[in-house]
């Protein structure tokens, strides 16, 4: 079973428009993180988010935010105000357990979103 | 703004050769890793890397492989004899801590088996 699963393959957005990118997540363990990365057309990996599994709030970093809904095991990326910047892939990745031992990152497949002027 | 860094950006190695892949972590970190991306596919872990020692494994990161820190800021990942399907990026990753620590990425090593 997928333990990361991005249902969109890509997205489409319009300038200074949201969007949100959706992520799955299936874990058993009470302990997680979830994390979204970037990774633009040159390949670099670039860290956006991050979400606890205890943490009570959305995770929030400038234009990105974390809707993190437990109940529905679900970690959604929403970017405000789309800038042509944002054209990337986008990755969602969990790492379980993370007061356990393991240290290794499950990422999704990603989601490529095109910004449009 | 401390980041990880990966030499070389790009290597084209000819099948049966060994390549070294080299990154050095963010300095006050203590976690090492390496993960690896075939084209067009999902990021996939390889190993990590604490106190000198392979603290967990993928089954990708079979005995072709090996990592080592051979001093205080470099940190390398080794393929002893590639293979076609060895062709990906390569990321090296470092983390200050266990837990809630982030895992930053360097910029990749493209690699290409011929």
């Known amino acids: 079973a997928q333990k990361i699963t991005q249902t969109q393959p890509g997205m489409f957005v319009q300038e200074k428009e949201a969007v949100t990118l959706d992520c799955t997540y299936d874990?058993?363990?009470?302990?997680?993180?979830l994390f979204w990365y970037k990774q633009p057309s040159s390949g670099e990996m670039i860290f956006l988010i991050y979400q606890g599994s205890y943490d009570e709030q959305n995770a929030t970093e400038g234009r990105y935010s974390l809707n993190f809904q437990k109940a529905r095991k679900s970690a959604n990326l929403v970017i405000s105000a789309s800038q042509l910047g944002d054209s990337a892939m986008y990755f969602c990745a969990m790492r379980e357990d993370p007061q356990g031992g393991s240290e290794k990152l499950v990422f999704g497949k990603g989601t490529k979103l095109t910004v449009n002027p | 703004e401390p980041e990880v860094t990966q030499t070389p950006s790009h290597q084209v190695t000819q099948m049966g050769q060994e390549v070294i892949l080299r990154c050095v972590p963010i300095s006050n970190h203590l976690y090492f890793y390496w993960y690896r991306q075939i084209l067009g596919q999902k990021v996939e872990f390889l190993v990590s890397f604490y106190n000198n020692e392979i603290s967990e494994k993928s089954e990708i990161f079979d005995d072709q492989f090996s990592v080592e820190r051979p001093d205080g800021s470099n940190f390398t990942l080794k393929i002893r004899s590639t293979k076609l399907e060895d062709s990906a990026m390569y990321f090296c990753?470092?983390?200050?801590?266990?837990?809630?620590?982030?895992?930053?990425f360097g910029p990749g090593t493209r690699l290409l088996v011929l």
């Open positions: 990753a470092s983390s200050g801590a266990r837990g809630r620590e982030t895992q930053y």
């Open positions: 874990t058993s363990d009470q302990s997680y993180g």
